[in-house]
């Protein structure tokens, strides 16, 4: 139960943020997109250092000087993950004209949805792996830091449930179908969670692999989109006080509940 609470944590955040889009009408201020995206990706840099690279560099000591390979490795898979997701699924980003990925018929508000999609299928891949270290009694994991990244990543999913249900809704679709929407881009992170934690069970050895590739996945969407969408246009600094406050946010959690 435990684990299963862990998992959909993350879930729960995208759902409640997609809710807002049956109070709020329009689309969202500019400024306060930018500090959104922002404050996502500072949460998202903070879990990836504390929640899964150095448990990672931890859970590899025994190997000496060559204790950087997993860490490093599984990062850089991370990375490479990512960018090959990028290439072959469609999708637009916010505030966007043009689709990235291949060229397809599908409707706008998929294609964002589908963009989400992507930015959360490494929080869920971390959720998984986080909570696999802790089902195999590795020591570099607690219960309270498992639990501290899975509400970090739900507090950063609160404003990106509505920044995809909010478009949704002032294109023409009505509140129940934009919610639907926000909230079914959430979908993917128990799901990869729960793979992940499947796979982790049956090659216990590869945790410090899986940790770093998580953080290597989340760090690719951090510099890929959430920076420089959060930066586009006027006002720049907004987006790095959001940044500053998601990153300071996470490391008290962290000390906190770790």
């Given at each position: 139960?435990?684990?299963?609470?862990?998992?959909?944590?993350?879930?729960?955040?995208?759902?409640?943020?997609?809710?807002?889009?049956?109070?709020?009408?329009?689309?969202?201020?500019?400024?306060?997109?930018?500090?959104?995206?922002g404050?996502?990706?500072?949460?998202?840099?903070?879990?990836?250092?504390w929640s899964?690279?150095?448990?990672?560099?931890e859970?590899?000591?025994?190997m000496?000087?060559?204790?950087?390979?997993?860490?490093?490795a599984?990062?850089?898979?991370?990375?490479a993950?990512?960018?090959?997701?990028?290439?072959?699924?469609?999708?637009?980003?916010?505030?966007?004209?043009e689709?990235?990925?291949?060229?397809?018929?599908?409707?706008?508000?998929?294609?964002?949805?589908?963009?989400?999609?992507?930015?959360?299928?490494?929080?869920?891949i971390s959720?998984g792996?986080?909570?696999?270290?802790?089902?195999?009694?590795?020591a570099s994991?607690?219960?309270a830091?498992?639990?501290?990244?899975?509400?970090g990543?739900a507090?950063?999913?609160?404003?990106?449930?509505?920044?995809?249900?909010?478009?949704?809704?002032?294109?023409g679709?009505?509140?129940?179908?934009?919610?639907?929407?926000?909230?079914?881009s959430?979908?993917?992170?128990?799901?990869?969670?729960?793979?992940t934690?499947l796979?982790?069970?049956?090659i216990a050895?590869?945790?410090?692999?899986l940790?770093?590739?998580?953080a290597?996945?989340?760090?690719?969407?951090?510099?890929?989109?959430?920076?420089?969408?959060?930066?586009?246009?006027s006002?720049?600094?907004?987006g790095?006080?959001?940044?500053?406050?998601?990153?300071?946010l996470?490391?008290?959690?962290?000390v906190?509940?770790?």
């Amino acid at each position: 139960m435990t684990v299963f609470w862990g998992l959909i944590t993350p879930f729960i955040g995208t759902t409640l943020g997609a809710a807002c889009v049956f109070f709020i009408k329009g689309e969202l201020k500019p400024l306060i997109q930018k500090g959104l995206l922002g404050f996502a990706a500072g949460v998202m840099v903070a879990a990836s250092v504390w929640s899964l690279l150095i448990p990672a560099m931890e859970m590899s000591e025994d190997m000496g000087r060559m204790a950087f390979i997993p860490p490093v490795a599984g990062f850089l898979l991370g990375i490479a993950f990512l960018l090959l997701l990028d290439r072959i699924i469609p999708h637009l980003h916010i505030g966007c004209e043009e689709s990235e990925g291949p060229k397809c018929s599908l409707k706008r508000s998929t294609m964002l949805v589908l963009a989400v999609v992507m930015h959360n299928i490494p929080e869920g891949i971390s959720s998984g792996a986080v909570f696999a270290g802790l089902a195999t009694d590795n020591a570099s994991v607690t219960l309270a830091g498992a639990f501290a990244l899975s509400l970090g990543i739900a507090l950063q999913n609160l404003p990106e449930g509505f920044i995809v249900a909010l478009p949704i809704r002032a294109e023409g679709s009505g509140r129940g179908k934009a919610f639907f929407y926000g909230a079914l881009s959430g979908v993917v992170e128990p799901v990869a969670g729960g793979i992940t934690l499947l796979l982790a069970s049956y090659i216990a050895p590869a945790l410090p692999y899986l940790l770093a590739f998580a953080a290597g996945a989340m760090i690719y969407v951090v510099v890929e989109e959430l920076v420089p969408e959060s930066a586009q246009g006027s006002h720049s600094n907004i987006g790095t006080i959001g940044f500053a406050l998601g990153f300071a946010l996470m490391m008290i959690l962290d000390v906190a509940l770790g």
